[in-house]
């Protein structure tokens, strides 16, 4: 997480093109691999993060001394305690209409000192963008959320980052739902189990759908390890 929040605060400060940064769990890993644009956007992203247990495992079977996951609901608060500090504006984009100024609201209240530079629901259509990317410019921000779900987010922030003017975007899920208190995070010993999709799946059995690639990708991380972890 530190190395993850001192590499994106390089980022902002540098400025320049917008930059990708994904928080990656297995159902990302699964749709690269049958979807090559989404494969292309992930491999030209600046920073992948391993948001998923599922991840570090992988990682760690392949040789990488991952321990933790780097969650995007995670890291939110903690960029937005560097925004403070830094005098940056983030801008909350996506999920249902009223949530992310919600979860801008609770943001402020929660970080002495920070400012949200704007926040819209829009929607990954391309009927939306010209509206999105109109309110993103006047909004100037330092750094942009995008909660559409994967791939969306990502594949929104790719289509976009020319117009942006942003310097970092980064693709955050579910995380304004867990902010505003929309969604109920899992605890943290469900976490440490490595259980927290579990506890999505039991809270929103709608997810069964796109969970069902997680046995063929525990099949595929476990044929390729190197038995780093064994
Ligand atoms: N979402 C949205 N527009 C869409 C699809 C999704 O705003 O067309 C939002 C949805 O409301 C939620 C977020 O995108 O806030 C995706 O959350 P999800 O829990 O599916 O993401 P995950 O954390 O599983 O990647």
Known sequence: MAGAVAEIE????????????????????MRARSDPRFWSVLEAASLCLPDGAGVVWAMRRQGCPQRERVT?????????????????????LGARPGVAAEAARRLEASVPGLRV????????????????LLRIMAAHPDLLLVAYGAPHQELWIARHRDRLGVPVAIGVGGCFDFLAG??????????????????R???????????????????AVWRS??????
Do not use: K
């Open 10 to 29: 390089r980022m902002i400060e540098e400025g320049g093109p917008t930059r990708l940064v994904a928080t990656v769990n297995p159902e990302f890993v």
């Open 72 to 92: 995007g609901s995670d890291l939110v608060p903690v960029l937005a305690a560097v925004c403070a500090r830094r005098g940056w504006r983030p801008f909350l």
């Open 117 to 132: 530079a704007g926040v819209h629901a829009g929607s990954p259509r391309p009927e939306d963008d010209d509206e999105t």
């Open 182 to 199: 929309r969604v109920r995070r899992a605890p943290r010993w469900v976490q440490r189990l490595g259980l927290e999709w579990l506890w």
């Open 201 to 219: 799946l039991l809270l929103q059995p709608w997810r069964w759908r796109r969970m069902a690639v997680l046995p063929a990708y525990a099949v």
């Open 225 to 230: 390890g190197r038995g780093a972890d064994e």
